[in-house]
């Protein structure tokens, strides 16, 4: 042993009596447990005796009682083990997660607060993230000056954001680390952005559209994919599994909103519904400032897949709301979904993992919430420091 | 009455959808997208069609689409 100290401290540790591990033929065998003792020990010394365990404590220093062991030799066929009698400690038990309380200040979300982006150095930079929603407002001042490639895949010619949705998951994903107005609320702020309007104006769209902007997502090399939309069914689509897959097969990962059909303080849990229920895709869950679960986050679905795989902030989210407005706080696993997305992309620059690799990560990194797998998954999704 | 479906083509066509969708012209679907990178073809058929479409050769599954709607913009949750 290189340090005395280690010794020392061992010392310390330690009664000064002996525990006694009798053999399994003694163990419950009261007369030669006594009469071993006896002869070691001497029939006056303090002993403890626990019969059904096979086990005493004597008040007898560990090392004077191995050299009685060694002379007397007679009742050595007894005894297995001679140890030091050790002082133990509670394990200190830090503050749950739950007491864990964030909000928004003047500087971050409680978003970011919560997921550590508010500590980390990696920005996104150089990795494509696309959003899939209702479009991004070009004209925002909070995206002056960025990478942005947008397309439209349903009736509208442009993907400007008539709705606001997508402005807003935009923002959290990939808006600016430092807006002329307000809090940073955003992640990934250097990520080139890829907005794919698949839902119009009024919120609504097709399988057609989403797989058109997934199938533009995967041929621009997007790293990350992010779609804070669902419906309400529980069975796995072929076409999503089968899409996700393939996603993953080409460098891209999709991360999908779990939905909102929950209403716990009804005691309804909801269920992961499409697309977020295919295997290929993860499964996004929501949590509130406390840490606790949304009301309206869905639980996992028994179908193959179905379960949810991570949780991100989703309550009193604030991001950027399209001109004039400017900003909104809204709620939903649709807010959750782009804290997933955004920090997939901070993990993908800072490690280089792609698809199944980030997956990976995501899920490594995340920090266990004392909530049910089957409402948060791996936990609360983390940033890299 | 038409519907309007997606059509998953198999891994083993996956590389070529060509043949693929022209089977399916054939066979009566209106070819809307043909989706390279992710081995998708959307469109629209009679729903008399499904069957016979779905037993195409490099075809996975037939699907009919799925509509999606996010609340109002002022809903509470999203």
């Known amino acids: 042993m290189e340090s005395g100290e280690q010794d020392s401290q061992q010392e310390a540790q330690t009664t000064g009596r002996s525990v006694v591990v009798f053999a399994d033929d003694a163990r419950g065998d009261t007369a030669a447990i006594t009469a071993a003792l006896r002869s070691l020990a001497g029939a006056e010394t303090d002993t403890i005796s626990f019969r059904n365990l096979g086990v005493a404590v004597v008040a007898v220093d560990p090392a004077a009682l191995t050299a009685a062991i060694a002379t007397d030799g007679a009742p050595s066929g007894s005894i297995r083990a001679v140890e030091p009698e050790r002082i133990m400690h509670a394990i200190a038990v830090e503050e ?9 200040d003047d500087a971050f979300t409680w978003g970011l607060r919560a997921t550590g982006v508010d500590a980390t150095s990696a920005t996104g930079c150089a990795i494509r993230v696309a959003i899939l929603d209702t479009g991004l407002d070009a004209e925002h001042p909070d995206f002056a000056g960025r990478a942005i490639t947008a397309r439209s895949f349903v009736s509208r010619p442009t993907a400007d954001d008539g709705q606001g949705h997508g402005t807003h998951c935009t923002g959290t994903a990939c808006g600016p680390a430092d807006p002329p107005q307000g809090r940073r609320y955003a992640i990934a702020s250097q990520a080139e952005i890829f907005a794919g309007k698949v839902l119009d104006d009024s919120g ?11 199938d533009w997502a995967i041929t621009n090399g997007c790293h990350v994919i992010s779609m804070s939309l669902g419906a309400n069914v529980r069975t796995v689509s072929a076409v999503y599994e089968t899409v996700g897959r393939r996603a993953l097969a ?3 990962l999709i991360v999908a909103a779990a939905g909102n059909n929950a209403r716990r303080a009804d005691g309804v849990l909801g269920f992961v519904g499409m697309p977020a229920n295919s295997p290929s895709i993860m499964a996004v869950g929501a949590v509130d400032a406390d840490l606790a679960v949304a009301d309206f986050s869905a639980a996992s ?22 001109l004039p407005r400017r900003t909104n706080t809204i709620s939903g696993t649709s807010m959750a979904t782009p804290h997933v997305a955004g920090i997939a992309a901070l993990l993908s620059q800072q490690t280089g993992a792609r698809a199944q690799a980030l997956w990976d990560a995501l899920v490594e990194g995340a920090q266990a919430l004392d909530l049910p797998a089957s409402d948060v998954g791996a936990g609360l999704v983390r940033a890299p420091d | 009455m038409r519907r309007q479906v997606t059509v998953t083509v198999a891994d083993s066509h996956a590389g070529d959808l060509a043949d693929v969708v022209a089977r399916l012209a054939l066979a009566g679907l209106e070819v809307e997208q ?14 008399s069609q499904l069957a016979e479409i779905a037993a195409l050769p490099g075809v996975a599954a037939v699907e009919e689409q799925t509509r999606f709607q996010l609340p109002p913009p002022d809903a509470e949750v999203q």
């Open chain 1, 204 to 214: 609504a769209g097709t399988d057609a559209s989403i797989l058109a902007g997934i």
């Open chain 1, 250 to 252: 080409a460098g891209t």
């Open chain 2, 34 to 47: 043909v989706l390279t990178a992710v081995g998708v073809i959307t469109g629209s058929v009679e729903e």
């Open chain 1, 301 to 322: 679905n028994p179908v193959e897949g179905g379960r949810i795989d991570i949780a991100g902030p989703g309550v009193d989210v604030y991001s950027a709301w399209p």
């Open chain 1, 96 to 104: 749950p997660a739950a007491a864990a309380r964030f909000a928004d």
